[in-house]
């Protein structure tokens, strides 16, 4: 299954060189993982999002989101972001941001 590229790379440039930063290839696309801890990444056209699992309902109040269910069974502390809310690297920022803290403050695997 194909993922957007593009967007891929946008994710890199609002990443920059983190220490820890590494890509792994899952469900179906890119993650982008810090420490060993899932962060961000791209499912088809759309940035999946890794949060705090008590920001869920907060993050899915914000446009163009929806609960990231591949399996039937959503899982708190994960959203995809639809293209539409991406548009600007601002708007990206603001999400990759959201997730690399998060990611960040969990223990390294």
């Given at each position: 299954m194909a993922f957007?590229?593009?967007?891929?790379?946008?994710?890199?440039g609002s990443l920059g060189?983190?220490?820890?930063?590494?890509?792994?290839k899952m469900f179906g696309g890119i993650a982008f993982l810090l420490n060993g801890n899932m962060c961000v990444g791209v499912h088809k056209a759309e940035l999946i999002v890794r949060l705090a699992p008590e920001e869920t309902d907060a993050a899915l109040a914000q446009p163009h989101t929806?609960?990231?269910d591949l399996t039937g069974r959503p899982m708190k502390g994960w959203i995809l972001v639809a293209q539409a809310g991406l548009k600007t690297?601002?708007?990206?920022g603001k999400w990759v941001q959201v997730a690399a803290k998060y990611a960040g403050s969990?223990?390294?695997k």
């Open positions: 957007d590229e593009r967007l891929a790379t946008r994710i890199r060189r983190r220490k820890g930063l590494a890509e792994k929806r609960r990231f690297d601002a708007k990206l969990l223990p390294a």
